[in-house]
């Protein structure tokens, strides 16, 4: 299996350019996300999505647009690149649970995305 | 509302000395809590998790951490430091639905 997979790994665009980061996973995981991580602020979620045509907002949406037309794929679009949209961004999966227990995620390496 | 404070941004250790990572949560709930290492240029890789079960939960690479529920803290924990710890240590929180909130990061840096 190889787990959690984003492409590309390094992106630079100039600001208004509109790109899409890729992510698939092959563990069959219902639940999928993006987070972007900025120095000293952790990671925070972007867009989420608990199963394929589901999708829902994170902490920090604006800018950004998911869809999830199968399990495995879950791509973020940029729609039009800010310089405050550079960051490294990180793809996540889990299993869904009906329980209040929640599954540990599986993350990407991550795509590192620099906005010039 | 839940939410995570790792107390140090930076904590530096000798190869062979104890390691202590702290972690103050705060949540409504019952939360889940976990520790993630972040290796540079690499994903977040899951340590340990607690989820109600036994308080002192025990993860990978000797690591371990205890939940305490009266100070609402929890903290990280090694016996003996290797250079290979060298990394990025994330707290997580977490109740329900999967809204995981991460703490900031403390970065830790051990001495040969």
């Known amino acids: 299996n190889a787990g959690v997979t984003q492409t590309p790994k390094f992106q630079v665009l100039k600001t208004g350019q509109s790109m899409t980061l890729q992510c698939a996973q092959d563990?069959?995981?219902?639940?999928m996300s993006w987070y972007r991580q900025d120095p000293g602020m952790g990671l925070r979620l972007i867009h989420y999505?608990?199963?394929?045509?589901?999708?829902d907002q994170g902490e920090v949406p604006n800018g950004y647009n998911v869809s999830r037309s199968t399990t495995e794929d879950f791509p973020l679009r940029l729609l039009s690149a800010a310089p405050s949209q550079t960051s490294v961004y990180f793809c996540?999966?889990?299993?869904?649970?009906?329980?209040?227990?929640?599954?540990?995620?599986?993350f990407g390496d991550g795509t590192r995305l620099s906005i010039l | 509302a839940q939410s995570v404070t790792q107390l140090d941004s930076h904590v530096s250790v000798s190869e062979g000395t104890p390691v202590l990572l702290r972690c103050n949560y705060s949540?409504?709930?019952?939360?889940?809590l976990f520790w993630y290492v972040q290796h540079p240029n690499k994903g977040l890789q899951l340590l340990l998790k607690?989820?109600?079960?036994?308080?002192l939960v025990k993860g990978i690479n000797g690591f371990e951490a205890e939940f305490k529920k009266s100070e609402t803290s929890f903290h990280l924990t090694k016996p003996s430091a290797h250079m290979s710890d060298a990394a990025e240590y994330f707290c997580?929180?977490?109740?329900?639905?999967?809204?995981?909130?991460f703490g900031a990061g403390t970065r830790l840096t051990v001495k040969p």
């Open positions: 996540a999966s889990s299993r869904r649970t009906g329980s209040k227990e929640n599954q540990p995620q599986h």
């Open positions: 563990m069959n995981h219902e639940y």
């Open positions: 999505s608990v199963g394929a045509g589901i999708t």
């Open positions: 949540s409504s709930y019952s939360p889940s």
């Open positions: 607690y989820t109600s079960a036994a308080t």
């Open positions: 997580v929180v977490s109740v329900g639905n999967n809204d995981m909130r």
